[in-house]
């Protein structure tokens, strides 16, 4: 069971289809993470902005212990799409994306120790955020293939999957067809 879920929301979320079909979006997301993966986190917080204005998401360590805060109304921003249905996927793909990146930041910290920062190496590093990366690609990818297989997608046309990968691309850093993310194998003529 993942920890404590703090909705600090004032938006409506309306391009969203409303709180009714935000909240079940981010509860999937977030029931992604591995248990042992949120050893140590005692909370995600759910904000509209972020107060300093410039992230997606942060990872925080501080007498209130470590948490992933996400700020939702940045992802919405970036997922301004006309389409409603694309916009929603797009949105769930950038919250999982950023917090798939912040709990990598958490794992690096508290789990896998070795790569956490100490006196020889600063807080912040080209290493710690290449390892966080590396995170999101391995979560992402388990991630859609829970997501698509159930929709048949994966053995459809192959040609929409690989449209559809060159759209998700940006967001989700989607490097495998789709067909192979949902399947485990490349898609065939026969597929």
Known sequence: MWMHTEWLLD??????GGMDALEPMVKAVIAHVPLDHQRGLS??????????????GVYQRDH???RVELYLMSHLRDSQLTHPEIQRWVFLLHIA???FH????HVTLTINKRMAPSKGRPGVT???????EQYVAKR???FLKQLIAPTGLAHGDALRLESARRCLLPVARITEPLAVQATGHPATDDD
């Open 126 to 132: 080209d290493a710690k955020e290449k390892w966080a």
């Open 97 to 99: 994306h950023t917090l």
């Open 11 to 16: 938006e409506r979320y309306e391009a969203l």
């Open 43 to 56: 909370r995600i917080v759910l904000l509209d902005y972020d107060p300093r204005g410039r992230n997606l």
């Open 140 to 142: 992402m990818t388990s």
């Open 64 to 66: 209130t212990g470590n």
């Open 102 to 105: 912040e709990v990598g930041h």
